[in-house]
């Protein structure tokens, strides 16, 4: 079965600045793609160009074999989109949300009533569906801007950064939904900066960094990019300068890689338990203090430091 979704040498330009840089990927049906990268990557311009909202520099990519560029209303026909942005009205409820976005796509009478009542119980929000939408939490917001990408049955939902700035909670029942999405039958392509989403929901993972997709596989794919090295997480006090730290312990001879994310020390180390000495004894010398120690098998977040020599949250 060829990809639905397929992307070749996907560009985009602002005046000079490249966003996208050429990328290529294709999505199988019937699979959670993700493109993992860091605020800046190129996730979210590469969705507004696959979705029609912008259109290319250069390059070309189809949908179901309809061309983003020639052929946009029958993308737009095939896809749902969930940006973002919340993009919902706050003086409505959740059911008048999905009526007036329904209608927006074309949809009227007793079919578009009943597709509403079938996405509240989908997003678990039928009991409060009624309630205006700005009195409900972040977490219920973003599970109304995903109901409104399934109105209209699309076979593949675009979701940009769908848990951004929620709760712990909302961000778990946001990824059961994308599972159970998947589960029945519904192709995802999903955008992240957070590697535990990528890791739990992905069956392959593109990795986006300055506009370029620098790898891409399954997880097992990418880990064996980074042998068989362990990861070092050692959390700071926020009084400590991580990035005079990372520069101290980088010139031992038991670390391979070394970067900072959010006050956190991470370390690619060919052996956890044997570099953990050496590096507690350097930290100890130059006059710092760590809070705990985690040990960690290859990841993701491995993976993208050992490409480019720097932590995925940076």
Known sequence: MPPIVEVNRLAKNYNGFQAVKGVDFSIQQGEIFSLLGPNGAGKTTTISMLSGLLAPSSGEATVKGHSVVREPLAVKKIIGVVPQEIALYDSLSARENLFFWGRMYGMHGSQLKQRVEEVLQQIGLAEKAGKRVQTYSGGMKRRVNIGVGLLHKPEIIFMD??????????????????????????????????????????DRVGILDHGELIALGTQDELTRLVGENDVLRLHLGEDQDASRLADGVAELPEVIKASVAAQQLVLVVPEAEMSLAPVITRINELGFRIRSVDIEEPNLEAVFLHLTGRALRD
């Open 161 to 202: 950064e769908p848990t951004v700035g929620i709760d712990p909670q909302s961000r778990r029942n946001i990824l059961e939904a994308v599972k159970a999405l998947n589960q029945q039958g519904m192709t995802v392509l999903y955008t992240t900066h957070y590697m535990e989403e990528a890791q739990e929901l992905s």
